[in-house]
């Protein structure tokens, strides 16, 4: 698979509907997967720091879930096919798992987020196997992993938000030895419908970024990186040319 490098994040050029098959094709061969999707603000805020970098670069899918990673990627010379978003990823496995059998765990989120999100889940998708999920509000000392290992599922949903999930699949995949580890923000909130997802006229537009400006504008600093990234991608490419 393709893998265009973007300020030192090597994102992988696949399409959501592709990188859920490479999910369920490894996950079925018994090989870990760790996925992690980040934006424009997650590779800004962390390709200055060599760990976050190795963290991100662990992953054997990473997959642009923002608009400003595919414009960066055509301001590089190295276009992206598309933007492969995670709740997208995430419906298309609960979708075609259910062929298989594969089971899911949600981990992360409050805890009756979790539960209502099963159960939104277990309607939108009959069939499908959830087999536990388990708060995101967690102690050092609480080892989550043993707790998520004994449930023994084989697709697990870890919605920590940005940072604390990728640092938690890093640490934690050897010990989930087979499974896949997605990293995909608040996509439980909105299969529990505690927080709504763009319309998809916005979707359609590329504007999804501006939608969730409106409903959260708390997360206007946040996002004063989408600006920052297409800064960086530019004057990287004014000074390395076409990779
Ligand atoms: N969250 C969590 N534990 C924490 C911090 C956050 O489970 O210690 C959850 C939070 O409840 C939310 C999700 O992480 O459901 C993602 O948050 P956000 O929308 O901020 O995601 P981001 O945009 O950072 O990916």
Known sequence: M?????????????????????????????????????????????????KM??????????????????IGS????????ERAAGFDIANLLLDRARKDGLTF???????????????????????????????GYFSENDD???????????IIFVCLGAGKQEKWIYDNAPRLSGKA???IGGSLDVFAGTVKRAPDIFIKLNLEWFYRLIKQPQRF????????????VTGYRLKHGKE
């Not at 889940?121 to 069939?127: A, L």
Request: neutral net charge; charged residues 25%; hydrophobic residues 40%.
């Open 2 to 50: 393709e893998k265009i490098n973007i300020l030192g994040a090597h994102v992988s050029n696949v399409t959501a509907s592709e990188a859920a098959d490479i999910i369920l094709h490894r996950t079925k061969n018994k090989e870990t997967t760790r996925v992690f999707t980040p934006n424009s603000e997650i590779i800004e805020n962390f390709r200055k720091d060599p």
């Open 53 to 70: 970098l190795e963290i991100l670069n662990s992953a054997e899918l990473l997959t642009p879930d923002g608009i400003g990673v595919v």
């Open 74 to 81: 055509k301001i590089l010379g190295t276009p992206l096919k």
């Open 105 to 135: 765990y949600f981990f992360g989120s409050k805890e009756e987020v979790g539960k209502l999100a099963k159960e939104n889940v277990e309607k939108m998708y009959p069939g499908v196997k959830i087999v536990g999920t388990h708060s």
């Open 144 to 154: 989550i992993a043993s707790i998520i290992a004994e449930a023994n599922p084989d």
């Open 181 to 183: 580890l997605l990293g």
């Open 221 to 232: 600093i946040r996002m004063l990186a989408l600006p920052r990234f297409i800064l960086s």
